[in-house]
């Protein structure tokens, strides 16, 4: 099952894997807060910078981020076979996961949040790769 909530919320054991899914580890968060810190899976700092300031709306910043998750890497002009598909390796790693055990998305937004990457990227895992909620 794969669920969300704010890495501040009180642990559980239902909780089962614990991703934090932000590029910023946050100061002073303990790390038994989260089993592991999955940096590529939050917005850009330039994306979520600019979402925070009110420069892009939530629909827009939810385009720029699902196509920064599959945007190929700048290494791909060297790797003649296997090519880098952003992060769709990693969600299908997270999908399967969560066919398995529980696996909590965490991100340092609010539980009751409205907009947080973390709901799109729990939609975008069970669409794109299949997991359960």
């Known amino acids: ?10 642990i559980e054991t239902g909780d089962g894997l614990r991703i934090l899914a932000t590029r910023f580890r946050g100061r002073g968060l303990p790390a038994d807060r989260y089993d592991v810190w999955m940096a590529n899976l939050g917005p850009s700092e330039r ?8 420069e892009i709306t939530w629909r827009e910043f939810s385009r720029r981020f699902r196509a920064e998750l599959f945007a190929p890497a700048a ?6 076979t296997i090519k ?4 769709k390796f990693t969600l299908r790693l997270v999908a399967r996961l ?4 529980n ?24 669409r ?6």
Do not use: W, Y
């Open 1 to 10: 099952m794969l669920k969300t909530k704010s890495v501040h919320s009180p």
């Open 47 to 54: 994306l979520l910078k600019t979402v925070q300031a009110g």
């Open 75 to 80: 290494t791909d002009a060297g790797n003649a």
């Open 84 to 87: 880098n598909h952003g992060q």
């Open 98 to 101: 969560a066919e398995k055990e």
């Open 103 to 126: 696996v909590t998305l965490l991100c340092h937004c609010a539980d009751d949040a409205k907009e947080c990457h973390r709901f799109l990227l729990q939609k975008l895992i069970e």
């Open 128 to 133: 794109e790769c299949g997991a359960k909620t």
